[in-house]
C-alpha cells in the first residue's frame, strides 16, 4: 500500500501520537504517516536538526506537529515534554517507542572479541533499548491511565525471537522489550483499563545508519556476507523499505486492532518462518 492509500484508509483525526527517536529512519516514516493521516505527532529526539529536516518532509495541510528535545533515558526530559505535548494537544493518545538501536562497540568482529566487548558500550544498548522503552512507558502510560485509555507501540526485533550473531546486548535488549511488550499489556488491561492496549512490532532488516556497518561495504557499497546471508534467508528477497512498518503500525494504533493486545508482529519478509532448508 502506498502512502496515499494509507492516508485514506486511515483517520486519526484529533489524535495525540507521540513518537520517542522520531527523527530517526522508521519513526520519521511513521510521522510522516501519521500526519498524512491528520494526526497531532509530537517527535521526541535528542537530534533536532534531523527532527526540522523530517518536517519539511511532512504535508502542510494535514495534521499538526511538534518537535520536543528528550533523552529517552532521562526522566525529567520526558516528563516536561509529556507536560509540553499536554498543554499543546490537549492528551496523549498513542507512544511509538521508537528510540533504539546497536552499537559497533557492542559487536564482536575486528579487534572485539566477546570477552572484551567493553561494559559501557554493552550497557548503553542494553539501557537504550530496554530502559528506553520503560521509561517512556511510565511518563506517558500515567496519561493513558488517568484516561483509561491509549495504545502503546514497541518496536523489536526479528532478533529477539532467535539472536542473531555478533549482537549479543543487542538481541538481550530486544528479546527484553519484547517480554516487557507482553508484560505491560496484561499489567494496563488489569490494573487500569482495558481500553489500554500494548504491542510491539518486530521489523526484520531495514538498512539504515545504525545497521549499514554490518550489512554493506563502507568503501564499495556491496552486501557484505552478512548482508548477502540475510537476503538468501528472506522468502521475499529484499531488505525491509521503512514504508513497508507503516500499514502494520497505522493498524497497531488505530481502533481497528482493539481486541489486539500483547503482541509482537514481525515485519520481516518472511525471515523468522524460513528455516533455511
Ligand atoms: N533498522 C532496522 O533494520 C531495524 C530492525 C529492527 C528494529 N529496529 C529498531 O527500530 C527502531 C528505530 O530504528 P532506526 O533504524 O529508525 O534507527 P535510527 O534512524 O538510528 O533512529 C533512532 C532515533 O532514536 C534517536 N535516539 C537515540 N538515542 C536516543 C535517546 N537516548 N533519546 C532520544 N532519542 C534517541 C536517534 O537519535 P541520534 O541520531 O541522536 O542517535 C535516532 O534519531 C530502533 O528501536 C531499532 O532498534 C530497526
New binding site residues.
Partial sequence: MNLEELTKTFDFTGRSIVI??????????MACALVGCNASVAI????LV??ENLVKRFETNRGRHLVVC?????KD?LEEAARRIVAEFGRVDCLV??????NPRATTGGDLSFFTLPEEALRFVLD??LL??ILPSQVFGKYMAEQKKGVILN?????ALRPLTRIPA?SAA?AS?SNFTQWLAVHMAQEYSPSIRVNA???????????RFLLTDKQTGALTKRGQKIIEHTPVGR??Q?GDLLGAVLWLLSPMSEFVTGVVLPIDGGFSAYSGV
Avoid: H, W
Fill in positions: 520517542t527517536g522520531g527523527a530517526g529512519i522508521l519513526g520519521g516514516e521526541l529526539d535528542r537530534n534531523l527532527a528528550c533523552d529517552v533515558l532521562k526530559t517507542n521508537c528510540a533504539g538501536g546497536n537504550l533499548n528506553g522503552t518496536i523489536s526485533s526479528m532478533n543487542y530486544k522489550v512490532v518486530a521489523p526484520g532488516f531495514f538498512l539504515t545508519e545504525q545497521n531488505f525491509g521503512p
